[in-house]
């Protein structure tokens, strides 16, 4: 899976959360099925159904209708992504130092462990060197 994909599924998948979420409070407060929402939208149950829970990409259309008709409001940001521990982003090279050893740590490639790899088997492209001073 190229980068670019595993970038876009994990976004659908908020999508999805959010839209999962804010049907579930509808749900609660005003008794809103997918059903109804159906209805609202004009299309079959199952099309609602499939949109909430498939691995399929989703419209932004489909979206934005699906937000209309829970009566929500769409919040988008596009920023840049921060490296935060755990989100697979490589780190940045760090230098790291001692009175008796120098040493850099290269950028470590984690992506191998979403491929069903483990740590130990997961290739890398890290080197990590030591010089005295």
Partial sequence: MTPSRRAA??????????????????TDQNSLTQAELARKLGIHRSVVNREFNSSRDITLGRVAELAWAM??????????????????????STPVTSPTAQMRIAPVTLGAVSNGLSWN?????SKITVRSS
Avoid: H, W, Y
């Avoid at 999508?15 to 409070?25: F, G, I, P």
């Avoid at 088997?121 to 492209?125: C, I, L, W």
């Fill in 9 to 26: 599924g994990r976004f659908i998948g908020k999508v999805r959360r959010s839209l999962r979420r804010a049907l579930a409070e509808e």
């Fill in 71 to 92: 009566n929500r409001e769409i919040d988008f940001t596009l920023k840049k992504p921060s490296d935060s521990q755990g989100s697979n982003i490589a780190v940045t």
């Fill in 121 to 125: 088997e997961a290739p890398t492209n």
